[in-house]
């Protein structure tokens, strides 16, 4: 069983920067590609961002590119999303994700089988 366990997210203003870290558990880590998703009260849950196994591939959603960037350390089975230029629309609680196998767009959720908790994003105007 593979848990994910999201932290850094907070209350900063508009403009500002926040860095989320997803730690997870487990020694296969390396083996998948990880996934930042957001959900917005009332909405669906969206793609924000992928980085591949090795960390030299990624993919970001209109919304997070220039902005946000994924990276990943892999000797601490650690994922993280650095957010700057916030804005009030980027709100939402924030998932990370892990990939599954096999063919697929990123940008679904039904591409993903662990998920963390989630952590909280605010953005103040």
């Known amino acids: 069983q593979v848990q994910l366990v999201e932290s850094g997210g907070g209350l900063v203003q508009a403009g500002g920067s926040l860095r989320l870290s997803c730690v997870a558990s487990?020694?296969?880590?390396?083996?998948?590609?990880m996934g930042w998703f957001r959900q917005a009260p009332g909405k669906e849950r969206e793609f924000v961002a992928v980085?591949?196994?090795?960390?030299?591939?990624?993919n970001y959603a209109d919304s997070a590119k220039g902005r946000f960037t994924i990276s990943r350390d892999n000797a601490k089975n650690t994922v993280y999303l650095q957010m700057n230029s916030l804005k009030p629309e980027d709100t939402a609680v924030y998932y990370c994700?892990?990939?599954?196998?096999?063919?697929?767009?990123?940008?679904?959720?039904?591409?993903?089988?662990?998920w963390g908790q989630g952590t909280q994003v605010t953005v103040s105007s």
């Open positions: 487990g020694r296969t880590f390396s083996d998948y590609a």
């Open positions: 994700a892990r990939r599954s196998g096999g063919p697929g767009s990123d940008y679904y959720t039904r591409n993903y089988d662990y």
């Open positions: 980085i591949n196994r090795s960390g030299e591939y990624t």
